[in-house]
Structures are given as C-alpha cells and as structure tokens.
C-alpha cells in the first residue's frame, strides 16, 4: 500500500488516499490558513471492499488567462475538501467544499484487500463506458 493514508469516516467507511502528485511548485494559503502543495485521489470504500465513492485527481483547464485546477482533494486537519483553485493574472481565487468531517486516521489491517476492491471498481468504471 505505497504512498496510501487510511482515515475512518463517521459513515463507518474508510476513505483511502492514493497517488498524492504535487500540484504546485509553492504552497497555497486557504481561507482556514492551511497551506497546500499537494493533491490526491481518494477512494471511501466500505467493509466490505465496495467503493462508495470515489473523489478524483486534479484536473488542469485553461480558458483565455486563466488557469483552472479542479477537483484538488485534500484532507485538512479531520476534513476531506474538495478545491478549485483559478489563476488570473493579477488574483487567484479558492473555492472550498469540506465534503466530509470527522475523519480519523486509521491504522489497522483493513477488512478487505485494497488492490482487489480497487480493481474491482475500476473494471465496472471501463465496463460502464
């Protein structure tokens, strides 16, 4: 489970994240005074190794002048939020969602194997195209 970190949800899921990238060459302030450089993608799965929920990687868009990155996922303190974050010019702007709260970190074995549950998901993913 390389580059994996394991909270414990308040819905009795656990989210799971995966493949953290840099998303910045320098850390960004958020309105709770948290800073960021990185982003990832996370999975809440629950005991019995289905995905509920999967919450994407980070996706670059331009348009004009500005720059967008979208679906940056980060957890901040206990909390799972999704941002976008738009460059311009002279600003940039940050729209937060905290998307779940009271998360725990988790530690133990898991109930299920991981790289099954995911692989599971994403065949149904292909199969749905």
Not at 70 to 94: G, K, M, T
Not at 100 to 108: A, D, F, I
């Amino acid at each position: 489970m390389e580059n994996t970190t394991i909270w414990k949800t308040e819905f009795e899921t656990f989210l799971i994240q995966r493949n953290v990238k840099e998303i910045f060459n320098y850390a960004i302030r958020l309105q709770s005074n948290a800073y960021i450089t990185e982003s990832g993608e996370f999975f809440a799965i629950d005991n019995k190794g289905s995905v509920r929920n999967e919450y994407q990687a980070a996706k670059y868009s331009c348009w004009g002048n500005e720059i967008k990155i979208s679906d940056v996922h980060v957890v901040i303190e206990n909390a799972l939020y999704s941002l976008q974050i738009s460059y311009f010019p002279n600003r940039i702007e940050i729209t937060e969602i905290k998307l779940l709260k009271n998360l725990q970190p988790y530690k133990g074995d898991l109930p299920f194997n991981l790289d099954s549950a995911l692989g599971a998901f994403e065949l149904t993913k292909w199969k749905s195209l």
